[in-house]
């Protein structure tokens, strides 16, 4: 168990690259991975619902699926989510629904989060599924991305800083 707050880092590193990626599109950068037991990476996403216009293409949504489809199967009980940002209510539902057991994220999300701040529905007790959740891994580097991603939208940083 020692070694899994190292992984974690890890692991968020993987999503932290998803994220940068996602700029490329004009999509808000948030990277996800879906990592199975082993700690092999089974699923990536990253937001996508400027390049693809579907609003529920969330970094979340999109590892899991592209998981899901990976494994031919939808129970990812034996998988852990590692997302840049707190799952909002969505993505904490898809969470959820998919059985996975385990979730790490980086920064905390004070307006539209799920998972601990405005709602916590992962570990809502009256649903049929629990998650355990690691927050704040690698949380200054994932919020400085999003900060400066809209900060560039609003024109007050340049992409050089």
């Known amino acids: 168990?020692?070694?899994?707050?190292?992984?974690?880092?890890?692991?968020?590193?993987?999503?932290?690259?998803?994220?940068?990626?996602?700029?490329?599109?004009?999509?808000?950068?948030?990277?996800?991975?879906?990592?199975?037991?082993?700690?092999?990476?089974?699923?990536?996403?990253?937001?996508?619902?400027e390049a693809s216009g579907d609003p529920t293409a969330h970094a979340e949504v999109v590892a899991i699926r592209d998981a899901a489809a990976r494994l031919g199967r939808w129970?990812?009980?034996?998988?852990?989510?590692?997302?840049t940002l707190e799952p909002c209510a969505m993505c904490a539902g898809a969470i959820v629904l998919a059985r996975v057991p385990r979730v790490v994220f980086g920064a905390w999300d004070e307006k539209a989060g799920a998972s601990g701040s405005v709602f916590d529905i992962l570990r809502e007790p009256r649903l049929n599924?629990?998650?355990?959740?690691?927050?704040?891994?690698?949380?200054?580097?994932?919020?400085?991305?999003?900060?400066?991603?809209?900060?560039?939208?609003?024109?007050?940083v340049s992409s050089n800083d």
Do not use: K, Y
């Open 1 to 49: 168990m020692e070694q899994l707050p190292h992984r974690h880092r890890q692991w968020m590193d993987l999503a932290l690259a998803e994220a940068r990626s996602a700029l490329a599109t004009g999509d808000v950068p948030i990277g996800a991975v879906v990592v199975g037991p082993e700690g092999e990476v089974l699923g990536t996403g990253r937001n996508e619902r």
């Open 129 to 156: 599924h629990w998650v355990e959740v690691f927050p704040e891994v690698r949380r200054d580097e994932a919020a400085a991305l999003l900060t400066r991603f809209f900060a560039e939208r609003r024109g007050g």
């Open 75 to 83: 129970r990812l009980d034996d998988c852990t989510l590692v997302v």
